[in-house]
């Protein structure tokens, strides 16, 4: 920690309180400035993740996952960190990040990081299974 400065006069009260407030304005500029950072490599992480969501006209069970979640997933903590993207099982195999295991059944979601699979769902029981799965990959 570095010396404070003596200096070789005493200081009058008006400037006692201008060096402190110059102080304390340096120390919010530095709070400022890391918060600022931190807010836009959140922003940037939450880019970088989404979820995709495999899907069939004929998957009883997507249908489901549709009233159930689809209609409020958009309002979620995790909407915030993953946007949703729909895909037809009959469009998989072009629209797959590289690596990625085959898609065989419906409903299917990947949890995708910077075109990388990092996570897969498969099939759907409830809301609330589907969001405790979900929470394994992606905090709310």
């Known amino acids: 920690m570095s010396q404070p400065v003596v200096f070789p006069f005493p200081l009058s009260a008006p400037q006692r309180l ?30 970088s993740l989404e979820l ?16 159930d979640v689809g209609q ?30 085959k898609v065989f059944g419906t409903p299917t979601f990947l949890i995708v990081e910077n075109n990388t699979e990092i996570g897969r769902i498969e099939g759907y029981q409830s809301s609330e299974m589907f969001f405790w799965a979900l929470s394994e990959y992606i905090s709310p």
């Open 18 to 47: 201008i060096r402190s407030l110059v102080h304390s304005l340096k120390i919010g500029l530095v709070f400022c400035s890391l918060f600022i950072s931190s807010a836009g490599l959140a922003a940037e992480q939450a880019r």
């Open 52 to 67: 995709v969501f495999i899907t069939s006209e004929y998957c009883p069970f997507c249908k489901a996952w549709e009233r």
């Open 72 to 101: 409020i997933y958009d309002s979620t903590p995790y909407a915030l960190k993953a946007r949703l993207r729909r895909v037809d099982l009959g469009d998989v195999d072009s629209t797959l990040p590289a690596g990625a295991v």
